[in-house]
Each structure stands twice: as structure tokens, then as C-alpha cells.
Nanobody
Framework: VQLQACGGGLAQTGDSLTLSCAGSRPTFRTAAVGWFRQAPGKEREFVSTIAATSGNTYYEDSVKGRFTISRDYAKNTVYLQMNSLKPEDTAVYYC???????????????????WGQGTLVTVSS
């Protein structure tokens, strides 16, 4: 499955942005999907995961209460609603499909595949 991430842009501290991750095939609906981000000069880090069908979600501590991951099965799309943005949220955001058989709470890049091309979010102070 190919993923297309979009929705990034320039925001100010406290603003909101919503990122989208569209899957190219119906199988996307049966996969858990994660968001990662990579800030300038830093390694890519985990942000959030949403389960395939249960609705369960999982967040990295620094985004809990500010970011919400959701999915629209009809549109074959996963969203990342980002509120109360901070300059430290500046990064390229990537979506990826969580590989079957991996731990639910995994934060490891190797446990995800079919990476999208990334979308840049820049938050100014």
C-alpha cells in the first residue's frame, strides 16, 4: 500500500493543523497506522498510532492531550489533529502502516512500513 501524507504548513504557537494520510488500497482499512516525525538534525521519533478497527489509540507523551489521531474508513484516510502547537513540534511528519504481529505499543520505526513521503510542519514562536 502507498501512503500520501499532506496537510503540513506554517503555523504559529497555539495554532492547529490537521494532517492527512491517505492509503492507496482497501487493505489500508485493516491496518494499524502510525505517525512519526523528524525534526531538523534529529532522528525520526514516534508520535501516535491508531488501531485497525478497535479505535484504540496510543500517543507519545509530549503530544498527549494536544494531538488526536483518527481515521475515516470511507475515505481510506488517517488524520492527525494537532492543537496547541509548539515550536518543538516543528518537523517533517510521516505516516506508516504498522506491521502485523508487532507489539501494540511499539515505537520502533522497523515495526512500521509503507512510509509516506512526509509533510513539513513549521511552528513559529
Amino acid at each position: 500500500v502507498q501512503l500520501q501524507a499532506c496537510g503540513g504548513g506554517l503555523a504559529q504557537t497555539g495554532d492547529s493543523l490537521t494532517l492527512s494520510c491517505a492509503g492507496s488500497r482497501p487493505t489500508f482499512r485493516t491496518a494499524a497506522v502510525g505517525w512519526f516525525r523528524q525534526a531538523p538534525g534529529k532522528e525520526r521519533e514516534f508520535v501516535s498510532t491508531i488501531a485497525a478497527t478497535s479505535g484504540n489509540t496510543y500517543y507519545e507523551d509530549s503530544v498527549k492531550g494536544r494531538f488526536t489521531i483518527s481515521r475515516d474508513y470511507a475515505k481510506n484516510t488517517v488524520y492527525l489533529q494537532m492543537n496547541s502547537l509548539k515550536p518543538e513540534d516543528t518537523a517533517v511528519y510521516y505516516c506508516a502502516v504498522k506491521k502485523r504481529g508487532t507489539d501494540w505499543g511499539t515505537r520502533r520505526e522497523v515495526d512500521f512500513g509503507s512510509w509516506g513521503q512526509g509533510t513539513l510542519v513549521t511552528v513559529s514562536s
